[in-house]
């Protein structure tokens, strides 16, 4: 059975950089397309971007093209989302998922504030 | 990058009756669609995954249909514990993934 676990919950200031983390386990990381969802609050769920740890292959949405990077290290079977310069309206949740089978990490929640 | 429209974005509806949501996608999507449950404070749970197919361990009271552009999640009874939002997902994987905006279901 697969199981994502994800880093704990973030409070930065505006400009701060931030990198969260994503650890699986019960299937082989490289041969699974594996991504990020946002959930703003009150809202719905928006797909960020996906990778294939395999190769890399990195896809984002328009959206969040050029505003964040997700990569994967194949040694330890984790993922990451990683910002260089926060925003507040980049406070919400995030989780990491497998977007065919439908795993889910239990969600980390980021607060931008000053 | 594929749009998913769902609709309704609300409905209620009395305990026992049958409801049904839509999603219509912006291009063909063969049968790669899944529809997710969400509770307030938790990560979505997968009901069905391509197009029609149950996941384990959900109640046979869900079911899915549908295949290219148009896809319905029905709810044959509706029960007290499947207040919650529903999400559909196309996952064809030419693109990015995208969500349907959600339906949030009320229990009158």
Redesign the interface.
Known sequence: EAQLVQSGAEVKKPGESLKISCKVSGYRFDDY?I?WVRQMPGK???????IYPGDSDT????SFQGQVTISADKSISTVYLQWTSLKASDTAIY?C?R??D?D????TLVTVSS | DIQMTQSPSTLSAPVGDRVTITCRASQSINKYLAWYQQKPGKAPKLLIYEASSLESGVPSRFSGSGFGTDFTLTITSLQPDDSATFYCQQYDLFSVPTFGQGTKVEIK
């Open positions: 397309w991504g719905g769920l928006e797909w960020m971007g996906i896809k984002y949405s328009p989780y998922a977007p065919v439908g889910w990490g239990q969600g």
